[in-house]
């Protein structure tokens, strides 16, 4: 849905745009302290070394599903880190599987995911469960060595590295060729994990 509503923009309003995940509510904890901050933007994410514990929200899912999808269902479910409760035949063909899943992995594009690899036969419903601990990492993109505030995200440390080439890939392709080179990076705090360079004009001898 995302995607068509992006190029709908982009073609009547003749607008570049870059779309960038929606935020959800993590509760942090910095170190020496016993009570939570609650965060809804990265930017006001401390780096790693600041904060002791960061609670994320996970939600209880219920999928329905004709019986052959329940594969797709459980490898889907598992790349958006979930948890398996239980799964119960309703009929000889339709099974109702149980997860707990991080609000963060279901925000962006589950249920499109969900639908093209069911062929639109799944039903998907969720209530907010609790707050969890989270292995999460602030991730940021500097361009030119800037930081970008609206491009930071909050992401499980496993898929930072991934999240951060497919964005610094997406940037290059959508930033004007200048007349110096233009370094975009992904970094988690110092460290920069990923980086590609938008090449400088080559002036006209």
Same mark, same amino acid.
């Given at each position: 849905?995302?995607?068509?509503v992006?190029e709908?923009?982009?073609?009547?309003?003749?607008?570049?745009?870059?779309?960038?995940?929606p935020?959800v509510?993590?509760?942090?904890?910095?170190?020496?302290?016993?009570?939570?901050?609650?965060?809804r933007?990265?930017?006001?994410?401390?780096d790693?070394?600041?904060?002791?514990?960061?609670?994320?929200p996970i939600?209880k899912?219920?999928?329905?599903?004709p019986?052959e999808?329940?594969g797709q269902v459980?490898?889907?479910?598992?790349?958006?880190r979930?948890t398996?409760?239980?799964m119960q035949?309703?009929?000889?063909?339709?099974?109702?599987?149980k997860?707990y899943l991080?609000?963060?992995?279901i925000?962006?594009?589950?249920?499109?995911?969900?639908?093209?690899?069911t062929?639109?036969?799944?039903?998907?419903?969720?209530?907010v469960?609790?707050?969890?601990?989270?292995?999460?990492v602030?991730?940021?993109?500097l361009?030119n060595?800037?930081?970008?505030d609206?491009l930071?995200? +909050?992401?499980h440390?496993?898929? #930072?590295y991934?999240?951060?080439k497919?964005? !610094?890939e997406a940037? %290059? /392709?959508?930033?004007t060729?200048?007349?110096?080179?233009?370094? +975009?990076q992904?970094?988690i705090g #110092?460290?920069?994990?990923?980086?590609?360079? !938008?090449?400088a004009? %080559? /002036?006209?001898?």
């Amino acid at each position: 849905h995302m995607e068509i509503v992006r190029e709908r923009l982009e073609r009547e309003y003749d607008l570049d745009l870059l779309a960038t995940p929606p935020n959800v509510q993590y509760m942090i904890r910095a170190r020496h302290e016993t009570e939570y901050t609650i965060v809804r933007n990265p930017v006001d994410m401390p780096d790693s070394g600041a904060y002791e514990e960061i609670l994320e929200p996970i939600v209880k899912a219920t999928v329905i599903v004709p019986k052959e999808y329940v594969g797709q269902v459980m490898e889907l479910t598992q790349d958006k880190r979930g948890t398996f409760i239980d799964m119960q035949y309703l009929s000889e063909k339709r099974v109702q599987l149980k997860y707990y899943l991080p609000l963060a992995e279901i925000v962006l594009n589950f249920f499109d995911q969900l639908k093209s690899r069911t062929k639109g036969y799944a039903s998907f419903d969720y209530d907010v469960d609790e707050h969890q601990h989270g292995d999460l990492v602030r991730l940021d993109i500097l361009l030119n060595h800037e930081k970008i505030d609206a491009l930071s995200l +909050i992401c499980h440390k496993d898929k #930072a590295y991934y999240q951060g080439k497919s964005l !610094v890939e997406a940037l %290059r /392709k959508k930033i004007t060729r200048q007349f110096f080179d233009v370094p +975009i990076q992904a970094a988690i705090g #110092a460290k920069i994990i990923a980086r590609e360079t !938008v090449k400088a004009k %080559r /002036k006209d001898v």
